[in-house]
T-cell receptor, first 111, second 115 residues
Framework: AQSVTQLGSHVSVSEGALVLLRCNYS??????LFWYVQYPNQGLQLLLK??????LVKGINGFEAEFKKSETSFHLTKPSAHMSDAAEYFCAVSVDNDMRFGAGTRLTVKP | EPEVTQTPSHQVTQMGQEVILRCVPI?????FYWYRQILGQKVEFLVSFYNNEISEKSEIFDDQFSVERPDGSNFTLKIRSTKLEDSAMYFC?????????????FGEGSRLTVL
């Protein structure tokens, strides 16, 4: 079955700094890949998704992710962190309508 | 915009009691899911449901759990005899199943607290 690994359970950056959250996937067939954000005590909000079109995907709130098949990666980036970006971020892989999540990365943004 | 709705948003129950969590998926969706998130932990797959039957379930989804689509709109998760470790946020999701995007649409979650 497909799976994702998120490297780093906790990432801390300064406000204005680059955000890089890492995700590697494992799948026997071409997957669909997603990043979700979860703010405290809230549900899962879709940030962006890769569905086999463009490999560089732009999402909400200035985030983007690049699908690299050779590296089986789908890392999430944002050029300049904002305090409001502090949240838990989950990478997910979906094959045949079957979605699995990574363990999550908690992003802290320091002033 | 269509959305997945879940009730209740929060339920507190005593250990050993039965709990039913309700979900109304997006109306033209065909695949339905339940996921669980224990506080501070990852989102875990419980079960997927298609064509009025379970299509896949995880090892978490033991005999204490059941799902049902009692009518054309609701999708329920029942926990027969709750345990302390069932305390978690439970997310319902649905998908159109056409495979074009593989995207699941999630509800806001139902927080279950077992005392």
């Amino acid at each position: 079955a497909q799976s994702v690994t998120q490297l780093g359970s906790h990432v801390s950056v300064s406000e204005g700094a680059l955000v890089l959250l890492r995700c590697n996937y494992s799948s026997s067939v071409p997957p669909y890949l997603f990043w979700y954000v979860q703010y405290p005590n809230q549900g899962l909000q879709l940030l962006l998704k890769y569905t086999s079109a463009a490999t560089l995907v732009k999402g909400i709130n200035g985030f983007e992710a690049e699908f690299k098949k050779s590296e089986t990666s789908f890392h999430l980036t944002k050029p300049s962190a904002h305090m409001s970006d502090a949240a838990e971020y989950f990478c997910a892989v979906s094959v045949d309508n079957d979605m699995r999540f990574g363990a999550g990365t908690r992003l802290t943004v320091k002033p | 915009e269509p959305e997945v709705t879940q009730t209740p948003s929060h339920q507190v129950t005593q250990m050993g009691q039965e709990v039913i969590l309700r979900c109304v998926p997006i109306s033209n969706h065909l695949y339905f899911y339940w996921y669980r998130q224990i506080l501070g932990q990852k989102v875990e797959f419980l079960v997927s449901f298609y064509n009025n039957e379970i299509s896949e379930k995880s090892e978490i989804f033991d005999d204490q759990f059941s799902v049902e689509r009692p009518d054309g709109s609701n999708f329920t998760l029942k926990i027969r005899s709750t345990k302390l470790e069932d305390s978690a946020m439970y997310f319902c999701a649905s998908s159109d199943g056409r495979g074009l995007t593989g995207e699941l649409f999630f509800g806001e979650g139902s927080r279950l607290t077992v005392l």
